[in-house]
């Protein structure tokens, strides 16, 4: 069964890299049938999505974090990573790493979402 | 970007209800179109993907429909576990984007 674990700190200063890393099991992250994503929300807010990545290393990002987002894969952890750069107040959010299937290009399992706060 | 709008942002209903949302595309996105169920304090869960293929495991009482611009989510008859935020989300192009969800509530 497919399990996705998070990890990582649950608070980060301002001007700080937020980071995190979810472990995959149950599946290898090396299958050509996957994409993996970080996607994140705000309390009591919408869905954001924040990135794409291959087991190759290609990566998709949303223009609006690009400058600050950095998402890489190990393979011989079965893990990807996310990191966000120079966080502020407006980066806390429940964040939520997810497998894209196979059907419809879209997210078919996500891990149980992590609240990152961002506060000195 | 692509903006996806929900209508409407809450509905009231009551067990055994007929309940439809519709999601809106600002372009055409032709079926490349998902939605999920979230549960406070838990993850979205994949309910139907390319607009109309049900999720395996995803109860039948929940439909989509629509392609292009205009999309519809249909919960034949509402069931208590029902009660949740929707979302749609466009996966025809980057950056992925949802809407802003709907909030099924009781009646």
């Known amino acids: 069964q497919l399990q996705l674990q998070k990890s990582g700190p649950g608070l980060v200063k301002p001007s700080e890299t937020l980071s995190l890393t979810c472990t995959v099991s149950g599946a290898s992250i090396s299958s050509s049938t996957y994409y993996w994503g970080w996607i994140r929300q705000p309390p009591g807010k919408g869905l954001e999505w924040i990135g794409t990545i291959y087991y190759s290393g290609s990566t998709y990002y949303n223009p609006s974090l690009k400058s600050r987002v950095t998402i890489s894969v190990d393979t011989s952890n079965n893990q990807f990573s996310l990191n966000l750069s120079s966080v502020t107040a407006a980066d806390t959010a429940v964040y939520y790493c997810?497998?894209?299937?196979?059907?419809?290009?879209?997210?078919?399992?996500w891990g149980q979402g992590t609240l990152v706060t961002v506060s000195s | 970007d692509i903006q996806m709008t929900q209508s409407p942002s809450s509905v009231s209903a009551s067990v055994g209800d007929r309940v439809t949302i519709t999601c809106r595309a600002s372009q055409g996105i032709s079926s490349w179109l998902a939605w999920y169920q979230q549960k406070p304090g838990k993850a979205p869960k994949l309910l139907i993907y390319?607009?109309?293929s049900l999720q395996s495991g995803v109860p039948s009482r929940f439909s989509g429909s629509g392609s292009g611009t205009d999309f519809t989510l249909t919960i034949s008859s509402l069931q208590p576990e029902d009660f949740a935020t929707y979302y749609c989300?466009?996966?025809?192009?980057?950056?992925?984007?949802f809407g802003q969800g709907t909030r099924v509530e009781i009646k």
């Open positions: 997810a497998r894209r299937g196979s059907g419809g290009r879209v997210f078919d399992y």
């Open positions: 989300q466009q996966a025809n192009s980057f950056p992925r984007t």
């Open positions: 390319a607009a109309s």
